[in-house]
């Protein structure tokens, strides 16, 4: 069973995901961090993001390991724990870039569906309803609006230890959403047969229980 959920920066998407595959007891992906990975990658190897050769190369031996750590998922590239770099300013900054890269893209969706058909899964991001997993059993769409988007993305940096303002964090999300949704390969995008749910005015148990109540009506 592949659960698809989809949506903008900071809808609320990861913490949804993570507890919907702890409900249901099946595995999590998150996609989002995997083109962060990539863009870190790039970064500490000095490898431009135009010199298409040495990232072709760079793909080819590519390495992200997914492990459940006390205090949540850890990712590790090519053997190297990044958990705390890939929420950093300068990937967050850059990562779209990256990711509307077409040989990237493809690297990362050949692992993603390698990893969903191992397993009963969840996997959150742009495009797992519309080109990951266009047959997914269940897809879902979070949105919420920018203040609530612009709150959550802010506690997040507080606790990596990072500052900003409301107002800055607001203009990277619209900025990067924008990108997002208006490049040319796999664009943020909701599939048709999604589901949308607002998650602005939501606690966070109140979206998992809307998704997992989903899943169990229709039966998995
Ligand atoms: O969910 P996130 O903010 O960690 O995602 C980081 C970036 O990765 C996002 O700006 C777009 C890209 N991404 C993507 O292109 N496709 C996905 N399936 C997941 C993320």
Do not use: W
């Not at 969903?116 to 979070?142: H, M, S």
């Not at 979206?207 to 009506?217: A, L, T």
């Amino acid at each position: 069973m592949i659960i698809a959920i989809d949506g903008p920066a900071a809808s609320g998407k990861s913490t949804a995901a993570i507890g919907v595959a702890k409900c249901l007891g099946i595995t999590y992906l998150d996609t989002g961090a995997m083109y962060r990975a990539v863009t870190f990658g790039l970064i500490d190897n000095n490898i431009g993001f135009r010199d298409s050769l040495n990232i072709e190369k760079f793909l080819e031996k590519i390495e992200i390991k997914f492990s459940e750590s006390p205090s949540g998922l850890l990712l590790a590239l090519n053997g190297r724990d990044i958990t705390k770099e890939i929420r950093s300013k300068i990937v967050t900054d850059n990562v779209s870039e990256v990711s509307a890269l077409k040989s990237v893209r493809k690297s990362m969706v050949l692992i993603q569906r390698k990893m969903g058909e191992a397993d009963d899964c969840v996997l959150e991001g742009r495009d797992i309803g519309t080109v990951v997993f266009p047959n997914a059993e269940f897809k879902f769409f979070l949105i919420a609006d920018e203040k609530a988007r612009a709150e959550r993305r802010l506690k997040d940096l507080k606790n990596i230890g990072e500052q900003s303002s409301i107002e800055n964090v607001m203009i990277d999300l619209i900025n990067r959403d924008h990108k997002d949704s208006t490049r040319m390969h796999s664009p943020l995008k909701k599939s048709d047969d999604a589901i949308i749910i607002d998650t602005s005015d939501l606690e966070i148990n109140e979206v998992i229980d809307k998704i997992v109540n989903i899943v169990n009506y229709k039966g998995h």
